[in-house]
């Protein structure tokens, strides 16, 4: 039976994890203290003396959370009224029964501490009786779009004209294209307010799609092909080609994310496309259904023609049922993926249905291998430990300290060139369990 390698943790002050809990996630915390901090004022003109106490009672109750963080005390069930409170403390409890030292903070698995924090704010919020759906990250997720619009505009521009200029017979074409959308969405992965913890991390690149050939030699492995080649396959075999974007954050990242599935769609490379957001506020700027829906809006009220053309496209989408919305809590679990059939089964029988699922960003990555020290060579199918509904793909900017799929001695060439490449986002994978 084969042993897995041990979960990352913070227990070791030379890992990422350790950087995260001991420094990220404290300033994330205070950013998000601040924030509530100035709903006090807003809840007392609202709500007068009830509504000042409930948001003090907040930013209290945030202020201890920190405390416990800092101070590394041992992780407690939660007893919150949210839904997904038993899936939590079942978690905690299995971790508990299987290591004789108390779980806390800087020794628990590094994927369920950071996970937790955010699942503590959103049970401290729902407590409360007027800040019960206030979304503490919603402003820099915004901001993070208004300073990226340079980019947005170009890639509807982009996009627009290559939907008035390839044939839908022209594969060759079609497929260059593919890659360079693929590739957009990859790398809108690196606008993420987590890594920046907060602090303002928008497009900054005006043409992502002229940038692509420069960036080539920071992709470490690129199933592309694969990819295409599947979805080529399942056209030709299926009336109806089913794709699933399990989304990462909101902002720019989820803007590339909505080209990529027009250009799918427009195409005829898929005909239908359903897209995963979160439950709750999460890692900062992951995105929930309301930060589509304002974006939506916002884009469509956009003076530049190309924008607001594309988000009016978008939105009749998700009338016509071309694009649909799915939620699920599993979402904001700390399970890795590999649990899923055991803890959401009908999400698992989901995806079976799928042709195709990608999987954006670094945490939906951690959680497709679990989070464990895996040697950097170890197969992705060995590291996904049998989570395989169905084809998947992750498009991923390395965020933290755990990369598989790699060549042997790959890794000791990157770390000669740059320290820190598994963790400053410069490097990327376009992973795949997909055998063509
Ligand atoms: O999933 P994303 O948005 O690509 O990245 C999430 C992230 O910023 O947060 C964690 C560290 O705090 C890491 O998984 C990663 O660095
Ligand atoms: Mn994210």
Redesign the pocket.
């Given at each position: 039976m084969e042993t897995n390698p041990s979960p990352l943790s913070a227990k070791h002050e030379s890992s990422f994890a350790y950087g995260t809990v001991k420094d990220r996630m404290p300033r994330i915390l205070t950013k998000v203290i601040d924030v509530c901090h100035k709903q006090i004022q807003s809840s007392k003109e609202c709500f007068g003396e009830d509504g000042r106490k409930d948001a003090i009672d907040v930013v209290g109750k945030l202020s201890q959370l920190r405390s416990e963080i800092m101070t590394d005390k041992p992780l407690f069930a939660l007893d919150d009224q949210l839904k997904d409170k038993e899936a939590w403390n079942k978690r905690l409890q299995q971790y508990r029964d299987s290591n004789d030292s108390p779980a806390s903070w800087f020794t628990a698995p590094w994927l369920y501490v950071e996970c937790f924090m955010y699942r503590r704010i959103a049970g401290v919020l729902n407590s409360s009786t007027y800040l019960k759906t206030f979304d503490p990250f919603a402003e820099q997720k915004q901001q993070s779009l208004m300073q990226s619009m340079t980019a947005v505009e170009n890639l509807a521009t982009f996009l627009h004209s290559v939907k008035q200029s390839v044939k839908v017979n022209d594969t060759a074409m079609l497929k260059q294209f593919f890659v360079d959308f693929l590739q957009v969405s990859l790398w809108g992965n690196k606008c993420?307010l987590?890594i920046s913890a907060g602090e303002e991390n928008s497009q900054n690149v005006s043409e992502p799609h002229k940038n692509l050939e420069a960036l080539k030699k920071f992709i470490l492995i690129d199933y592309s092909n694969d990819v295409w080649n599947l979805i080529l396959k399942q056209k030709k075999r299926k009336d109806q080609v089913r794709i699933d974007v399990v989304l990462?954050?909101a902002g720019f990242e989820l803007f590339t994310d909505l080209v990529l599935c027009e250009f799918l769609l427009f195409f005829n490379l898929a005909d239908v496309i359903i897209i995963h957001p979160k439950c709750i506020p999460w890692?900062v700027?992951?995105v929930n259904a309301s930060d589509l829906n304002w974006m939506l809006s916002y884009l469509s009220s956009c003076s530049f023609e190309e924008v607001s053309q594309l988000s009016t496209k978008l939105q009749e989408r998700f009338k016509d049922g071309s694009m649909l919305l799915m939620k699920n809590d599993f979402w904001t679990l700390p399970d890795p993926f590999c649990l899923m059939n055991e803890s959401s089964s009908e999400l698992y029988k989901y995806f079976s249905s799928s042709d195709l699922v990608l999987f954006k960003?670094d945490?939906n990555y951690r959680k497709l291998v679990g989070d464990l020290d895996w040697p950097h060579d170890t197969s992705f199918k060995m590291a996904l430990r049998h989570f395989s509904p169905t084809s998947l793909c992750s498009l991923r900017t390395l965020k933290a300290d755990v990369v598989v799929g790699l060549k042997p001695g790959q890794a000791k060439l990157l770390a000669k060139e740059c320290k820190e490449w598994m963790v400053n986002g410069q490097y990327a994978v376009i992973e795949s369990n997909i055998i063509c």
């Open positions: 993420d987590s990462d954050n890692f700027s992951d960003g945490l």
